[in-house]
């Protein structure tokens, strides 16, 4: 090659690389004072990846899935799963997936369980009484007639030692005249020795004694003692300070020995009896503070000490008294007043707390459902114990700080159908259950729930009570042989256009134990046959 023409290629190929180089810059949208990437760096970026999809499910969140497209009874498409909003590890068999949309749609709320003293207030009702120990009946022990009243009025009060009435008694009358001449015979026998002195002693003691019986008091006895004079009338004390609560005597009535005429209350004392419920009666012990509140006095607030939980249980109500002991300064609280008791227990120390909220409660059992992640739950079988105002003690299932639903749970039950979820616990023990619309591996039982598919035979249908009877052939996934069944139709409409001897292909799930429900047909060519059981196959029984 000659000088002339390397030179003439070269100037060439100066003004390709320079032509190139502003195409490449142009293209690239390089700004002013940016310098052009290498050729190298400006290749296409790849494709953005799709999403896997993994099945279709059920719009109503009905345990159905499907491997295509398809409509449910009511008409409605079900719904695409993709790769990443479905839960495949076993170790998440048993969790809820809502979107974040819902989850905030529905005011989903939660809080940590967390170690908390259970403080509780026990709450009752109950009602101010005497105190028993305090209450005094006055009773003559003879018979005799009331004389006088000096006391002539329920409710009045009274000091100890007051005058409430007199009596007379011909019998006290004589009693006395009998001690008064045994006393004078002692005081003249008095000089005397030997067995005459001796039986007159032995005839005053008697009838000093007989008076004392009849409570004849020590004044009225030395002044009978002293004179020898005998009173026609006794003279009946009050016995305590309090308040006339009854009162039979009439002035002039006649009175049998042993009839109570008076009784006095000592009521600087009482008793609140509150009727506790069977369920809060384990934690009242006696000795314990209480409050008393009275509805007669707004505000006021008294308090007393447990001194008795009484060992008989009301069948009725199903409570137990307990007994409440109270001052009562000002006699402010009267018998047969209503109160409200509350009754401070003690807690036991720290534990694990959830709020009450977060308990669903079925009866059976008690479910709480734990975060897992965004829009992840999972429900959760817990044993409570003790329980506050607000807060529920977690014996088994939840620990320490995890986060529970607080708000919007039953909401969460009711989105994701979680009756299908709690299923699942039953499998824990043998290994994770099968997905949906998937066989049960060898030794494993199908998950309930799950959908089945199956060919076979109309072999009668009952419009009325909406079920078919199909001569299937084998189910796989339940390791069912081929045989003649009865299912329980969805929907109605399932069932329209089917007449006995038709081929179809079905799809069916258990919606309860032993209730098997058809939840799509499809009607097949007659040429095409689906592996039918042989005529006169033992019907199913055991499904």
């Given amino acids: 090659m000659n000088k002339g023409a390397g030179l003439t290629i070269g100037v060439i190929a100066v003004a390709i690389a320079a032509g190139g180089g502003y195409w490449l810059g142009g293209k690239g949208g390089t700004s ?18 799709e999403k896997k999809l993994l099945f279709y499910r059920n719009p109503m969140g009905l345990p159905d899935t499907s491997p295509t497209p398809k409509k449910d009874p009511m008409g409605m498409d079900y719904i695409a799963v993709y790769e990443g909003e479905a839960d495949d590890e076993p170790a998440t068999a048993n969790q809820i997936k809502i979107s974040t949309d819902k989850v905030q749609k529905l005011g989903v709320r939660t809080e940590a369980a967390q170690l908390r003293a259970l403080d509780k207030v026990v709450r009752a009702s109950g009602r101010i009484e ?9 009773s003559p022990k003879f018979e005799g007639y009331v004389e006088r009243l000096h006391v002539n009025v329920t409710g009045q009060p009274v000091g100890k030692g007051q005058p409430l009435f007199e009596v007379y008694s011909p019998e006290l009358v004589s009693a006395q005249r009998e001690y008064a001449i045994a006393a004078q ?3 003249s026998l008095k000089e005397a020795g030997g067995p005459a002195r001796d039986g007159m002693k032995q005839l005053a003691d008697s009838s000093l004694l007989r008076l004392k019986n009849w409570d004849i008091s020590e004044e009225q006895v030395k002044a009978l003692a002293k004179s020898g004079e005998t009173k026609r009338t006794m003279t009946f004390r009050s016995p305590v300070a ?3 609560t009854e009162k039979k005597a009439v002035q002039g009535m006649r009175f049998m020995p042993g009839e109570a005429l008076y009784q006095v209350a000592d009521l600087s004392s009482v008793w609140v009896v509150a009727d506790v419920f069977e369920q809060d009666i384990g934690l009242v012990k006696s000795g314990a503070k209480a409050k008393v509140m009275i509805n007669a006095y707004p505000g006021k607030t008294f308090e007393g000490t447990i001194s008795y939980v009484y060992p008989t249980l009301n069948a009725q109500t199903r409570t137990v008294p307990v007994r409440v002991e109270l001052a009562n300064p000002g006699l402010l609280l009267k018998p047969a007043m209503f109160a409200q008791v509350e009754l401070p227990v003690g807690a036991k120390g720290q534990v694990v707390t959830v709020p009450t909220s977060a308990v669903i409660d079925s009866g059976a059992r008690q479910i709480v459902l734990i975060q897992q992640g965004e829009g992840r739950f999972e429900p959760r079988e817990v044993k409570l114990g003790a329980r506050s105002d607000n807060h529920v003690e977690v014996l088994e299932g939840v620990k ?5 639903v607080v708000a919007a749970n039953f909401l969460i039950d009711a989105e994701s159908n979680l009756k299908a979820a709690v299923g699942g616990f039953g499998h824990a023990a043998h290994g994770a259950a099968p997905k949906e619309g998937q066989a049960a591996a060898p030794g494993q039982p199908a998950t309930k729930g799950a959908s089945h598919q199956a060919e076979g035979t109309v072999d009668g249908i009952d419009a009325t009570a909406g079920t078919i009877s199909l001569n299937h052939g084998p189910v796989a996934s339940l390791k069912w042989p081929a045989m003649t069944m009865e299912f329980t139709a969805a929907n109605a409409s399932l069932l329209q256009g089917l007449k006995p001897g038709a081929r179809v292909a079905f799809e069916f799930v258990e919606r309860q134990p032993g209730e098997w429900v058809i939840t799509a047909v499809k009607p097949l060519p007659a040429s095409q046959g689906a592996g039918m059981p042989a005529a006169g196959a033992n019907p199913h029984a055991g499904h």
């Fill in 400 to 404: 320490d700080g995890e986060q529970v």
């Fill in 130 to 138: 005497p105190d028993e120990r305090r209450l005094y009946a006055i």
């Fill in 32 to 49: 002013h004072g940016e310098t052009a990437a290498p050729a190298a760096a400006t290749s296409p970026e790849p494709a953005k990846k």
């Fill in 242 to 244: 309090g308040i006339i």
């Fill in 185 to 187: 015979g002692v005081e």
